[in-house]
């Protein structure tokens, strides 16, 4: 009798420290609205936050479609493309483009999207969709027969 009551005593006291601890552990996770916000924000799926904050700046959203093939060719492929820096195929010397225009349009649009020997992946529009490198490479080639 004695040594139940006790364990009930012991059981009681030791309900009441976990009790205690868990409590005293709940307050200290506690974050204000501000830590919360910055918490999810941390939390949340990639994209999802960038989405919202680079919509204003991102040029495909803000002009509202892809650009055009000659638009991406004159703002990013001209460094190279124009002078032949690095080897790479001149736009309108049909002697560059001819053997390139060989190999098939899926080839070139790989070699643009993910690189070629000294070009790079992209051209270097990292900003840029596989559709809009897709007609940047049209673009080239149309006006280099
Ligand atoms: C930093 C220089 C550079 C930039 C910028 C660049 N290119 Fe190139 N590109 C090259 C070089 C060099 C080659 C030749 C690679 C070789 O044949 O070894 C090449 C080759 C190519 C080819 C032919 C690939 C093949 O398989 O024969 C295509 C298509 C092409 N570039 C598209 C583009 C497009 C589209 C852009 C712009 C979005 C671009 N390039 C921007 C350097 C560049």
New binding site residues.
């Given amino acids: 009798m004695k040594q139940s009551k006790l364990v009930a005593v012991s059981a009681v006291f030791i309900t009441a420290l976990v009790l205690g601890a868990c409590s005293g552990e709940k307050e200290e996770v506690k974050l204000t609205a501000q830590q919360e916000t910055e918490m999810s924000e941390r939390l949340a799926p990639d994209g999802e936050v960038a989405l919202a904050s680079e919509v204003a700046s991102a040029p495909v959203a803000s002009t509202g479609g892809s650009r055009s093939?000659e638009d991406?060719?004159n703002s990013?492929?001209?460094?190279?493309?124009a002078s032949?820096?690095?080897?790479?195929?001149i736009l309108g010397a049909t002697e560059d483009?001819g053997?390139?225009a060989g190999?098939g349009i899926d080839?070139?649009?790989?070699?643009?999207i993910s690189g070629?020997?000294?070009?790079?992946a992209?051209?270097?529009?990292m900003d840029?969709s596989d559709d809009?490198?897709?007609a940047?490479?049209d673009?080239?080639?149309e006006n280099s027969q």
């Fill in positions: 093939g991406v060719y990013k492929c001209t460094t190279c493309h032949g820096a690095a080897g790479a195929p483009w053997t390139r190999k080839t070139l649009y790989t070699s643009a070629f020997n000294g070009m790079p992209k051209g270097l529009c840029c809009e490198l897709k940047a490479v673009y080239m080639v």
